[in-house]
């Protein structure tokens, strides 16, 4: 596999095929999930559909086909996506009398139905959120980062006014950063884009920024706050308790398939990938050693244990039905699938009842690889993945530490956004923005929700700042 | 509401719309899947992807988008589903070279990829599933039933021979009828189609047929041995312990969002949905009853009771936020909307303890409406529940007997099949299916797996049957 350090590009267009996470689709920029990858994402999804519910969303389920006048009504909207778009122009063997859009996002149908199922205030605030496919149309196509297809949730919330919607958005951004955090050991950094970041139709949009380990950016998952645009242009209003009517003040939000190139590049490293524990689909993998009848007993024995440490709800698999490969090989195809814990269980291993224990990386105290009795294994193992997980979201939260950095001239700012974040001063003009783009491909990642308050100029023009803190700026996928 | 018995078509779109199950789309045949009603899918999808899992297949996901000419590669297949395809010919603001094909279902680009997959006799079987969206575009489509777009799991999967093969056709089978049974309370016929009702492309298709309450039948799930049709059109081949290559022999299988309408159309009545139990969103209501203060010290004994079951895990709803709407119009809102229980608690129920528990339908013991202890209430709601799930499953099973007979001559089988399904010797022949269809409307639904052996002359032709046994006639959804 080429390192990291040589192609980062090439490392993981490498990676998420040998690992049997992805496959490039027949059409140009769609993927086929392969079970590897899907089941991550069948993990994170699992986690973040019980907290959208409990929050009180239903989900629902809208027609992919949208009648391409609807995203005409948002000026915005339709101009934000109209080159990604496909569209169905023959059907049922005819052409079509009015094109249909495959949608790109839901904004335009979700509204014309909020609008024909709210009458009242008392329908508000109405709480819906949908699993879907969406397709925009990509010329530079990368696996789970850019694809013609992926996969999502989009929320869609409708309220009462302007505070209850960003109480939402705010919701929605927080759980993100929680469900990158928790589950996939990304310390994100959540804050407000600036305006020429913004979604297109929002007043305001929200991120969650991850850095990954050449040191870009990558923007998780958004939250946006949509005032009365959608509202107006679909009609969705309320007859408020004096019997008058009002518009509605929407939101919308989305996590996708993208996250789960977050974990591959928040986390991997030359020998693969590495995957943290809480999306791991497999969090440990046994490998019994020996021929014949060595090899017998050690499988036994590998079953066994594994039985143990499925029953205390841990994700495990017994790789013992590939006696055609070396056990060296074994090792090294589960650290580049990134296994967190692989037990090695060897003939000589079976009298003293212990095993190897390996990790997919030494935690930060210096353990990699050890000597463990087997019996005490299935009761030790929630620790030890608790502690490998919490490991690698300490290591990539340092990671990002380190290759971040407050710069105030604008030679120190191509210098630190050629490998890390850089925050800075900024203008607020988009022009501006669209210069640094040019000279150095950075762009502003976000208005940091934590950073603190400062007053500065503009690192590449002068002008003062109206943030009142310093933004963070970087590479992007 | 329409009553069934005037005009049931007209009963059931009323139905699915006041229920809130259902939107129609803003593209003809189309459907918005409102929240009550997905979450009956979200029911079912859980339960069924257990199943899968378990019996060691793997979630994957493939693009919707098909190049035409993977579909053209199998005759029958293209031949089959050309006339209900929809086709994205412009994407990105070009026309596209090859016209891409909106999956109408995956064989042909998960074929594509069995191939690339699979090299070994170790390799297989290769068991795979995804969860997705379909477009087969309808000229009349009737929500749940025939819609443009809609979900369902496709199976696909290869082995080493028919045997194996055959086992895999057989389980799906075997499972979508456990699924019709256990949860949706379907007493489904499983059982072969004939020749003129395969699928196109398979070599045997098999069904799960359901008997509606107008007596028509809905094709509930269907499990295809494929042979090595697609094997050869997309060279899905393996080396077999000697070294040779070897065709797999593939099968394929899905379950839909139609189940959702057959719900509907096996256990409503007049006054709206009947539900079963372990498909209903909400499996108790409890509506509290008075005005002011009273209104007040009830609805805080239904929130306090509603806590107590929840905790025994059931789905259940307070209905206490709707202060402008009668208790009689509660009553009937859930009721059409098919909750199963209902629990009122009146002021003068406080003192007393106790509340009224009503069942969507007396159950065959001929309990309806009565007076039960609060108190005792989360403890017996699991058992009461069951019983009517029972109860449910037991009145379909008698409709379906009371509504089908063995007939044998050519008068009585259209008088049978008028209001319900016909026992009936036939040819094999499908141009006697085609003039048993032309002039009764009715088709072979399936070849009953557990069918008497019984030999007999074609109802229609008098030509002597080769099925060895009865085949069920009916009108089909
Ligand atoms: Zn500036
Ligand atoms: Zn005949």
Same mark, same amino acid.
């Given at each position: 596999m080429t390192p990291q350090s040589e192609d980062f590009s090439a490392w993981y267009n490498e990676v998420v095929v040998k690992a049997q996470l992805v496959d490039r689709g027949p059409v140009r920029g769609t993927m086929v999930i392969r079970p590897y990858g899907y089941r991550i994402w069948e993990l994170l999804q699992a986690d973040l559909d019980r907290r959208i519910k409990e929050a009180g969303h239903d989900n629902a389920c809208f027609p992919m086909f949208i009648p391409e006048s609807y995203l005409r009504r948002e000026a915005e909207h339709v101009e934000g996506f109209s080159p990604e778009l496909a569209v169905v122009t023959v059907a049922g063997g005819k052409e079509l009398e009015e094109p249909l859009v495959? +949608? *790109? =996002?839901s904004e335009t149908v979700i509204g014309e139905y909020m609008a024909k199922w709210? @009458?009242?205030? +008392? @329908? /508000? *605030?109405l709480l819906l959120n949908q699993w879907a496919n969406v397709v925009r149309w990509e010329l530079r196509p990368r696996m789970f /980062? +850019? =694809?013609t297809e992926f996969l999502w949730q989009e929320g869609h919330t409708a309220h009462i006014d302007e505070a209850d919607a960003m109480r939402e958005t705010e919701w929605a951004l927080d759980t993100y950063a929680a469900v990158a955090r928790e589950l996939a050991a990304m310390p994100v950094v959540p804050g407000e884009k600036t305006a020429g970041e913004r979604?297109?139709?929002?007043?305001r949009t929200y991120t969650i920024e991850g850095m990954m380990r050449d040191g870009r950016a990558l923007q998780a998952g958004t939250s946006h706050y949509l005032g009365t645009n959608f509202a107006k242009a679909f009609n969705i209003q309320y007859q408020d308790e004096e019997g008058a009517l009002q518009y509605a003040h929407t939101t919308s939000w989305g996590m996708s398939t993208r996250m789960i190139g977050g974990v591959i590049m928040t986390h991997g490293d030359d020998k693969g990938l590495v995957l943290p524990p809480r999306l791991a689909p497999y969090q440990v993998v046994i490998v019994p050693i020996g021929r014949k009848e060595q090899g017998e007993a050690t499988a036994a024995e590998a079953r066994r244990l594994g039985a143990a440490i499925k029953s205390m709800g841990i994700r495990v698999h017994v790789? @013992?039905? +590939? *006696?055609?490969?070396s056990p060296g090989f074994k090792f090294n195809d589960w650290e580049m699938r990134g296994v967190p814990i692989r037990i090695e269980i060897g003939p000589r291993d079976l009298a003293d009842g212990v095993g190897t224990l390996a990790r997919r990386l030494p935690t930060a105290e210096g353990q990699g690889k050890e000597t463990i009795p087997l019996a005490r294994l299935p009761e030790e193992l929630p620790q030890i993945l608790a502690d490998f997980q919490a490991f690698l979201l300490a290591r990539a939260e340092a990671f990002r530490n380190e290759h971040t950095r407050a710069v105030d001239s604008w030679d120190d700012f191509g210098a630190q956004v050629s490998g890390g974040w850089a925050l800075a001063f900024h203008c607020g003009r988009t022009e501006c923005e669209d210069d640094i783009k040019a000279d150095t491909?950075? =762009?502003?990642r976000c208005i940091p929700a934590d950073g603190p308050a400062e007053q500065g100029d503009c690192v590449k023009c002068g002008r003062p700042s109206p943030y009142g803190k310093r933004l963070i700026f970087g590479k992007a996928y």
């Open positions: 495959v +949608r *790109p =996002t709210i @009458d009242s205030h +008392r @329908d /508000l *605030p /980062l +850019r =694809t979604f297109a139709g929002a007043v790789d @013992d039905n +590939r *006696p055609q490969l491909a950075a =762009t502003p």
